[in-house]
Structure formats: structure tokens, C-alpha cells
């Protein structure tokens, strides 16, 4: 039987985005606000900082 603290969810804020990670290790990448700037889209499987090294790569394209 799943407890209260087996299905808490946590998320990551950074630079504006929330970093939710998945059942399957992946992340999903969202804006916090909108008009979103950038779309929603999934990181691979990685560690935390490789996705916020993602996000960084993807606002310097943007810019």
C-alpha cells in the first residue's frame, strides 16, 4: 500500500522554469509563467544539473 510520502511529488524552480522529475528518471521541463517564451519539453534521464545546463543552453539559443 503507497504511503502519503511514496506519492509526494517535488519540483525544481530555476530561472523560471519548474523541473518535475518523472517515474521514468526523465524530466519534464515547464515554464512557471505565461506567455510561455519557451514550450514545455522533456529532459532524458540525468542528474539535475544536466537538466538545468539544458535549460541554460536553451534560453541562450532563445536570446
Known amino acids: ?15 523560471g522554469f519548474v523541473l518535475i522529475p518523472q517515474s521514468d528518471l526523465s524530466w519534464l521541463v515547464r515554464p512557471e509563467r505565461s506567455p510561455m517564451e519557451q514550450l514545455p519539453f522533456r529532459a532524458p534521464a540525468s542528474s539535475i544539473d544536466d537538466v ?10 532563445a536570446a
Open 1 to 15: 500500500m503507497a504511503t502519503a510520502l511514496d506519492t509526494q511529488r517535488w519540483v525544481v524552480r530555476y530561472r
Open 52 to 61: 538545468k545546463a539544458l535549460v541554460d543552453w536553451r534560453l541562450n539559443q
